[in-house]
Every structure is written in structure tokens, then in C-alpha cells.
């Protein structure tokens, strides 16, 4: 009788409504607020940073925002951040259950030089050359990162340490086989691999006044892949939980360790893919000048990115743009290392933002939390005592329409 009378009511309240909406705003404003605390910060700390060095802030945004307009620097812009936000799509797969791959600078240089070892040896009419080049290289990175993952996995070896030393290993390898006479020729100062055939070149689109590279279509697909894997799979939805909670996740029928063999595994193929823009589209052969690093860039960008391949497009952009600029910036007699400083800035306001609003979003969401409890007990009481039953009805009537109703409540996270 209790049951039937007080649930109704429960859901009908409307002090109950009230806070359901009010915490869905919430949840809207806590997403909102984190990325405009960091980008506030960071501009503020990094203005502090030009005043310190006796430097016009203004004038430095001013420069920057001049020089990044060009058509030139908005090519030379996007890219850069094509292999910026493969790496960092390459740590995201890690990241998202909580394991480091540090070595995605070692994966994908040894990516690239198998890559172009075997063009530079073989040619294969059409796109069936660059699609073999692109399958070695991310084989190539998802070996190399696999042996982490088996090592973490049979000999609870940390992925941090292994990474870090594959990275080393990676550079010997190279190094070894980068001489004259076994898979390099020595032109001037440098030693590279042959040069790639033709077949091998990738597409770009004409833009004026320089080709932006077609690899970006690639970066797109990769980055729309992994949303889809993340978000709208068992995998995902698996990896997700693994990094939560392995104990939780393991308990409800998830191989921990098959997964962190697989994530390492994509990680690594991911990280094959970040040095094809310049193997393919600009240097055609692999080379003592490689580019060299963009895997350590790849961690701060998906740091940025928090994990999103939106997020983390915006953070290769940003990146990007911040290196271009820097150079101008340089020539109006900036100190050299002004950018450098700008980019852990950034990195550091996002990181700082995103906890702070992650704890206060915590505190509002158990405040709402205890504020409609509180109201379902005042219903509760009030059923109780205009109904027919005693006291125990009316704490069986409380009991339904708490579990009745948290299923509803909204779920406030930063």
C-alpha cells in the first residue's frame, strides 16, 4: 500500500525535478569551465612569462597571430600536425587504460626506416606500393610495442621502462643498418636510404602556395577509428573499464592481461603511421635528418587533448602553430626558448584545469546527491504519515523510491 502511494509521488516531486535539471547544467558548465580555466591561465602565466623576460606581451600575441595568418604558415601549419596527431593517437590508445607507451619516437622511426629499406628495394605498380609501405610500418610499430606489452604481461615489467629502453634499441638498430655499404648511401654529410620509385609518392592537394599533403585524410580516418573503437565497442567499452578498475573489470569476465597485449599492439600500429607524412610525402627515403622526437610531442598533445581525437586535433593545430610562429617570434629578437616555455604552459594549465574542475565537479555532484535524498525523504515522511501503515511502511516506501529514482539521476563529471 506504502509502495503504491509514496512512488508516484517520488517521482512527481518537484523539488526533485528542479535538481535534476540543475544538475544537468552543471554537468554543461563543469565541461565549458575546464578548457576556459586553462586557456585563461595559460594566457595569464604566459604573459607573466614575456613581462619576466622584458618583453611586450601584446606585441608577441600580436606577431604571432599576424604571421599565422599567412596562406604559407596555414599550410606549413596543418602539415605539421598531421604526424603530431597520429603520435598522439598512438599514446591515447595507452593512456585510456592507464598504460604509458613511451616509445612511440622508437616505434615509428623504426617504422618508417623498414618502410623505406623495403620501398627503396622493391616497386609495385600503382597504390599497391603505398599501401604495402603503410602495412609494414605499422606491423613494424606493433611489434616493437608488443614486447612491452608481453613483457608487462609474463613479467610484470613496467611499460614505462621497456618503452624508454626499446626507444634506445630502436636508434641502435637503425644506426647499425644506416650505413654505407648495407642499407644506406652516403650523399655529402648525410647517409639514407634509397630513394623511393615513384609509385611511392603520396597525393596532396594543390593549395596555394604549397601543397597541403593528402596525408590528412589518413589522420582523419585514424582519428575517426579510434572514436568509433573507443566509443561504439565491446573492445572499448572493455578497455575503458580495464583502465578504471582492472580488479572490477577482471571480475566481470575481462582478460586484463589479453588486453593490455592488444592496446600495446594498436598503440604501436598507430605509431607506424607518424612518420609516413614525411617518408611519403616529403623525403621519399629515410635519413640521418629523420624528424626526430615527435613521439614525446605526441604525449603533450594528447595530454591537451584529454584523450579526445577532437580534443587532440586541436592540440596538434595549437602545437603546430605555436612552433611556426615561435621561428617568427625568434626573428623579432624573442628569446629562443620563449615557445618551448608557452607549449609546457599550456600542457600544465590544461592538466591543472581539468582536476581542479574534476574535483569541484565531485563535491557539487555529492551536495546534489545528498540535496535530493533529502527531498525524497521529505516525500517519504509525508506518505508515511497520511498514509494508513506505521513507521515501517513508511521507511519501505523511502527504500523504493531511492532506488527508483537513482537511476535518473543525472551524472556530473568534468
Known sequence: ??????????????????????????????????????????????SLVFLASGENPFRAYGIMADYG???????????????????????AIGFRMNLFNIGVDGQYRLAAFAAAAVGGAIALPGALQIILLI????????????????????RGVSEVITTIMLNSIAASVIGYFLQDGRLAIKDGNLLHTKFLPESSHFFAFSTHPKPVEGFVVVAVLAGALYWFLINRTRFGFDLRAV??????????????KRMIVIS???????????????????????GTDFPAGIGFTGIAIALLGRNHPAGMAFGALLWAFLDRTGSRL?????????????????VLCVVIAYEVVRRYGLRLQQRKVGEEL???????????????????????STGNTDSADNSDKPEVTA
Open 1 to 46: 500500500m506504502s509502495t503504491s502511494t509514496t512512488t508516484p509521488t517520488a517521482k512527481k516531486n518537484p523539488a526533485v525535478a528542479a535538481l535534476a535539471r540543475s544538475a544537468a547544467r552543471d554537468k554543461v558548465l563543469l565541461a565549458i569551465a575546464a578548457p576556459a580555466l586553462a586557456i585563461v591561465a595559460a594566457i595569464v602565466i604566459s
Open 374 to 396: 533529502a527531498a525524497l525523504a521529505r516525500t517519504g515522511d509525508g506518505a508515511g504519515s497520511t498514509g494508513s501503515t506505521g513507521n515501517a511502511g513508511s521507511t519501505g
Open 135 to 154: 602495412v609494414i610500418a605499422m606491423l613494424v610499430g606493433a611489434i616493437w610495442s608488443g614486447i612491452a606489452g608481453l613483457l608487462k604481461t609474463t
Open 330 to 346: 625568434e626573428f623579432e629578437g624573442y628569446a629562443q626558448e620563449i615557445v618551448g616555455v608557452i607549449q609546457g604552459v599550456i
Open 69 to 91: 595568418h599567412y596562406s604559407d604558415s596555414q599550410v606549413w601549419i596543418i602539415n605539421k600536425a598531421v604526424p603530431y596527431y597520429l603520435s598522439a593517437l598512438a599514446v
Open 264 to 286: 600495446m599492439l594498436l598503440s604501436g600500429a598507430a605509431a607506424g603511421l607518424v612518420g609516413m607524412p614525411t617518408l611519403l610525402g616529403e623525403s621519399f627515403q629515410y
Open 243 to 256: 583502465g578504471a578498475s582492472e580488479p572490477a573489470a577482471e571480475a566481470s569476465g575481462v582478460s586484463v
